[in-house]
């Protein structure tokens, strides 16, 4: 099982990031997946998830109406459209998936 995310990087307070994961190594379409953050000195909070065939979702109060979590399973592959970023937003960004979990990529705002 592996998880890949990319689209992480630096962006002005604002601004937005596309962040996608790809997965391999299981059957992607029946599970499903999740963002999770992790700021510095904080714990792991779960961020947006999507399920596997009715494509619900639910996101943390904190990105409500700013992020979009969602899902292609023709690519094996899942996002998360962030818009109106803020700098408390900034944190190591997780998919997780198959009880798996991504390396992780870095998203700083900053002006």
């Known amino acids: 099982v592996q998880l890949v995310e990319s689209g992480g990087g630096l962006v002005q307070p604002g601004g937005s990031l596309r962040l996608s994961c790809a997965a391999s190594g299981f059957t992607f379409n029946n599970y499903a997946m999740s963002w999770y953050r992790q700021a510095p000195g904080k714990g792991r909070e779960l961020v947006a998830a999507i399920g596997s065939s009715n494509y619900s979702t639910n996101y943390a109060d904190s990105v409500k109406g700013r992020f979009t979590i969602s899902r292609d399973n023709a690519k094996n592959t899942v996002y998360l459209q962030m818009n109106s970023l803020k700098a408390e937003d900034t944190a190591v960004y997780y998919c997780?998936?198959?009880?798996?979990w991504g390396q992780g990529t870095q998203v700083t705002v900053s002006s």
């Open positions: 997780k998936g198959f009880s798996a």
